[in-house]
């Protein structure tokens, strides 16, 4: 879709169309220069003109709005990651998310594709922590026998 605006801005730019219009206004503009010129045969002449103008850039307009929209939706996916990337879970609105406790596992907190990444992408003023439970079942599998007991 992109190149296709690109190529109608071009096409309206460098085209005959705006070359032929030029031509037809200064030979309108020079036939105001003459004493008793066709006011009238003026006026039609130039809202012919403008006509034309007017039907080539609203499709053209048309076309930008299609792209911005279709840009914005794709803006709206990519800055949208719980709709593309967390599954609601019992209807969370992830992003009033601000605190996260996770067991420290690679799938929670990596920071490329971690749960806390991905909810920190759509709260940013998120803080996670390790679970202090998980904490200490960590400590306790390193623990000597004697404290253990």
């Given at each position: ?23 037809d ?39 930008v ?85």
């Open positions: 879709m992109k190149e296709q605006v690109l190529e109608d801005h071009r096409a309206v730019f460098q085209a005959q169309e705006s070359i032929r219009w030029l031509k206004e200064k030979v309108l503009l020079e036939m105001t220069e003459e004493v008793d010129y066709d006011v009238e045969s003026y006026a039609t002449q130039l809202e012919q003109i403008l006509d034309q103008k007017i039907d080539i850039l609203t499709e053209r307009r048309d076309k709005k299609s792209f911005r929209s279709a840009l914005q939706e794709e803006d709206y996916k990519l800055t949208q990651p719980e709709r593309r990337c967390l599954r609601p879970l019992h209807e969370i609105e992830w992003a009033k998310c601000v605190g996260l406790s996770t067991d420290g596992a690679r799938a929670m907190v990596g920071r490329l594709t971690g749960v806390v990444k991905r909810v920190k992408d759509v709260a940013p003023l998120l803080t996670a922590v390790h679970c202090s439970i998980h904490r200490e079942a960590l400590a306790t599998k390193t623990m000597p026998a004697n404290l253990t007991s």
